[in-house]
């Protein structure tokens, strides 16, 4: 009986608030880091994609490729595989971001949105859109190039009051 009244207090214990916040914290920490790792084996893969799509069709031989020295698919395929990659650091970026000190950066998330959105567009083919998921785009980059500058200008707010 003594031991099941030991395991109620320890249970207790670990439930009190500044244990239980402790507790939630180094989960927190534990699932960033996993996620940190994820990323860079994400980041490592989109890497080497774009380096195998490059060289398979820029660096073969014309008896590989047929359309040697021409661009055999279409620019902006490559400038999303770039931004892929581009957009794979920034979210690396908020991880690290976080692990540092501990706070989701919101300037650092609508960038990285920003980023993906753009590369919506680059890759876009206005053929196959509609009017509608045109708009829905626009008013996407609106909102979030309004939230940055908001961010931005609330940040800079700060840092002069803070010199002051």
């Known amino acids: 009986m003594s031991s099941l009244r030991r395991l109620t207090r320890m249970i207790r214990d670990r439930f009190q608030d500044d244990n239980f916040l402790e507790t939630l914290s180094g989960v927190e920490v ?14 490592l893969v989109a890497v080497y994609n774009l380096t195998i799509f490059l060289v398979r069709d820029f660096l073969i031989p014309e008896v590989m490729s047929p359309d040697f020295g021409r661009f055999s698919v279409s620019l902006f395929k490559i400038f999303g595989l770039f931004l892929n990659v581009l957009i794979a650091l920034e ?20 960038v990285t949105s920003l980023i993906a959105v753009a590369r919506k567009i680059i890759i ?8 509608l998921e045109l708009i829905g785009l626009a008013f996407a980059i609106f909102a979030l190039a309004s939230s940055y500058w908001i961010v931005r200008h609330v940040a800079r707010k700060s840092d002069d009051s803070n010199l002051h």
Request: charged share 20%.
């Open 30 to 43: 534990l699932v960033s880091k996993v996620l940190s790792i994820a990323m860079i084996l994400v980041i």
């Open 91 to 110: 979210i690396l970026e908020n991880i690290t971001a976080y692990l540092k000190k501990h706070v989701i950066q919101v300037e650092l998330v609508i």
């Open 124 to 131: 876009l083919d206005l053929d196959q859109k509609t009017a």
